[in-house]
């Protein structure tokens, strides 16, 4: 999507945001849909929580948290599918598809329902229960697959034709990294127009990243704010390392990563379609692309949860894993500005975090103290 900044500019002022909605959509001026198609479920604007506990820990005096998990469907995911199918209303579309690694298919049942729009939904076999649960509950038609997110893809391509299918996979339409691009408006504007000095930023498909990116050059544009750009840190599972392979490399694009296996089911992405953007942004930027492991990602994201009461999904975690490595490495100093990106809740991966937290049977817990009868 493009749009007329000059003229955006001297209609829309900055200070005007203040008094917009609390949600994604006090960016209107710079999003697709006319107002009365838009789908909202009261996507966007989270916190951008200040991490004191868990920065004095791990020596960043300036620790951010965007928490994305707030989102309905409690991921960053709701911020395109609310675009999306606000455009496909727009547009007049009946039927969508779409492959997920788990995700984005709960956001595009929910606004698919609450638009009455027909939802096709294909997610590998071994998703989250939970994201295979809320989409069928928003009434979506769900495939299962034995496979990847990229094996989900190929199906929808080769049905979506003969199907009457709108394919809303990540970046084969223009609309879902028009509502991602907003996490970028908002860092902005919650950090009162100043970028920080580096985001980290989990990455599977990488849109995310994408969007700031975009966001970034809007904003610029419009005289909101400077040329400074933070450094962009792509954070990935070392099962699961296209972007951190290519970069090291110095590759302009990623190959596809055989054997992909991780917790962290949103980073399982082994062929990312935008990766070249990913890399140009991480690269401009002066940041940085590197994996850790699941065990690392869990570890962190109990670590977060138990010093700043925000319980991360396991991509978001993985950031926070990685933080140590990039202090350590000099590429961040401990007073420099940083933000972690949360991009979804962990009440969605009750499987991986059980690894963590076994619960004791009745036997063993009456050896460690006695049992608590209920009444």
């Known amino acids: ?26 960016y209107a001026p710079v999003l697709p849909p006319l107002e009365e198609h838009i789908i909202s479920l009261g996507e966007g604007w989270t916190p951008l929580i200040r991490a004191r506990r868990l920065g004095s820990r791990l020596g960043a005096d300036h620790l951010w948290i965007k928490d994305e998990g707030l989102n309905p469907t409690g991921s960053f995911k709701a911020r395109g ?18 492959p997920s690694a788990g995700n984005a298919a709960g956001a595009l049942a929910a606004y698919a329902a609450a638009a009455g729009i027909e939802a096709h939904i294909f997610l590998p ?6 994201n295979y649960l809320e989409s069928k509950a928003y009434g979506a038609e769900v495939t299962l697959v034995d496979g990847l997110i ?5 199906m929808v391509a080769e049905r979506k034709e003969a199907e009457g299918w709108i394919d809303l ?9 028009e509502g991602k691009k907003t996490m970028g408006y908002e860092v902005a504007e919650q950090m009162d127009w100043e970028l920080p000095d580096a985001i980290l930023y989990p990455t599977g498909g990488g849109v995310g990243m994408i969007g700031m990116w975009k966001a970034f050059q809007e904003m610029e544009r419009m005289g909101w704010i400077g040329s400074r750009r933070p450094k962009m840190i792509a954070v990935q599972a070392e099962g699961c390392q296209p972007i951190v392979r290519a970069f090291e490399e110095n590759e302009p694009r990623s190959r596809f990563w055989d054997g992909a296996h991780t917790v962290a089911s949103g980073l399982r992405v082994p062929k990312p379609l935008g990766d070249f953007l990913v890399l140009e942004a991480v690269r401009k930027s002066g940041g940085t692309a590197l994996a850790v492991s699941d ?3 869990l ?3 109990v670590l977060l949860a138990s010093q700043e009461g925000i319980y991360a999904a396991p991509e978001g975690a993985a950031c926070v894993a990685a933080l140590p490595k990039l202090l350590e490495s000099g590429l961040l100093k401990p007073a420099d500005q940083i933000v972690v990106y949360n991009t ?8 991986a975090y059980a690894t963590r937290f076994p619960r004791v049977s009745a036997s063993e817990q009456d050896k460690l103290g006695g049992l608590i009868t209920p009444r």
């Open 1 to 26: 999507m493009r749009y007329d900044l000059d003229y955006i500019r001297h209609r829309w002022p900055r200070r005007e945001t203040r008094n917009g909605r609390s949600s994604m959509w006090r």
């Open 81 to 98: 599918l609310s675009c999306a199918i606000s455009m496909c209303v727009e547009l007049g579309v009946r039927k969508v598809a779409i």
């Open 125 to 130: 076999r071994d998703v989250p229960e939970a």
């Open 150 to 154: 990229s094996d989900c893809a190929r």
């Open 169 to 177: 996979s990540t970046l084969k339409e223009p609309y879902r990294i």
């Open 295 to 297: 065990a690392a990602m």
């Open 299 to 301: 570890d962190a994201g």
């Open 344 to 351: 979804g809740t962990g009440l969605k991966y009750a499987e």
